[in-house]
């Protein structure tokens, strides 16, 4: 919920620009974004200026007592110099008056509050129940390439056993270990790449060769993350959809996501005796994914004709267009293009 605002606070923003020069002049703020009925009725004194914002404006503002009140979009001054006076049964653990009083406003009205601390020399951000502080862009930046190597560095070891169970699905020879291990995997990449997201937001301008970085490494992964789901997720009647299966994996904690029992618990595969050697098949989906200009429509008729990807493998390209949507041209790009990377997984996993 934090997030989207943190753009608002890049470097390089009108707001970020005036809570900056607050915290150059040593003046401390506090800081409303948003009006409506529950704001107002909590304002006290003060006096209404309904002017456009600007750095210029808030800074100057900033210097007399009581806090200033801004639009919900934040793109005008709506009252400033008023005293705010929330809900005091309003549950809060900062100690500080100004931090206390943001805290206690931002889960009153649900609005985004800034305390700029000129004692600690910080801007820290609440809404509802998250706080953030608002560090320095280099701070922000070490974080961020940090982290960027850790994804690296876990994208290669993904791509290493993703490329192992392509190889294993294709040889039917795959166990619950060798889905759960790339599910697994996925992610954990997952986990990363959400985190050098929010550091991209909070960068703005200054985070987009972080961006692009980001983006190439994670080519991909939110395909497959899906993919391998539809290729080994339990069917039935009451079982689990793929979107229900990756808020569920969301939800384990750092401790559960070591567990592998519990990933294939989730996912719905079978463990006999507590065993992840069970060995099971995939639908296809992921093989078919990689096929050139091949709609997903037809990849959905291709896994349900065939129901596992060893039939697909073996398929003629006569019995392929008797799915809807393959003709001839179409099958026989089918039929090359599996030999072709059934081909390729073996030797790259053997050789």
Aim: proline share 3%; charged share 25%.
């Amino acid at each position: 919920m934090l997030r989207p605002f943190l753009a608002s606070l890049a470097p390089g923003t009108a707001l970020r620009e005036g809570l900056e020069r607050t915290l150059r002049g040593r003046t401390g703020a506090l800081v409303v974004i948003g009006w409506n009925k529950t704001v107002e009725s909590i304002c006290t004194g003060g006096f209404p200026l309904d002017v456009e914002f600007s750095a210029t404006r808030l800074r100057e503002l900033s210097k007399m007592d009581g806090a200033i009140v801004l639009a919900t979009d934040g793109t005008r001054i709506i009252r400033a110099g008023v005293h705010l006076m929330p809900n005091a049964a309003i549950p809060t653990d900062e100690s500080g008056t100004r931090h206390r009083t943001a805290q206690r406003v931002a889960r009153e009205t649900g609005f985004p509050v800034i305390a700029v601390s000129q004692s600690m020399n910080a801007i820290s951000v609440y809404l509802g129940d998250e706080r953030h502080q608002v560090d320095h862009p280099t701070v922000i930046q070490g974080r961020a390439n940090q982290a960027l190597a850790t994804l690296e560095k876990y994208k290669r070891r993904l791509d290493e056993v993703a490329g192992t169970l392509a190889a294993l699905e294709i040889e039917d020879l795959v166990t619950v270990r060798d889905a759960v291990a790339v599910s697994q995997r996925l992610e954990m990449v997952s986990r990363i790449s959400a985190e050098i997201a929010g550091y991209v937001s909070e960068l703005g301008t200054d985070g987009r060769l972080i961006a692009l970085q980001h983006e190439e490494l994670m080519a991909g992964v939110v395909d497959d993350r899906e993919l391998i789901l539809r290729d080994y997720l339990e069917m039935g009647k009451n079982a689990k959809s793929v979107e229900e299966v990756l808020d569920e994996l969301s939800e384990l904690n750092a401790i559960e996501l070591l567990d592998l029992v519990q990933f294939a618990r989730i996912i719905g595969l079978p463990i006999g005796n507590d065993s992840l050697d069970t060995a099971i098949s995939p639908r296809g989906y992921r093989l078919l994914a990689r096929v050139p200009r091949l709609p997903a429509q037809v990849i959905d008729r291709l896994v349900d004709h065939f129901e596992s990807l060893q039939k697909l493998l073996a398929a003629s390209i006569e019995e392929l267009q008797n799915v809807e949507g393959v003709g001839e041209t179409r099958g026989r790009g089918i039929r090359e293009s599996l030999s072709r990377l059934a081909e390729t997984s073996i030797l790259e996993r053997y050789v």
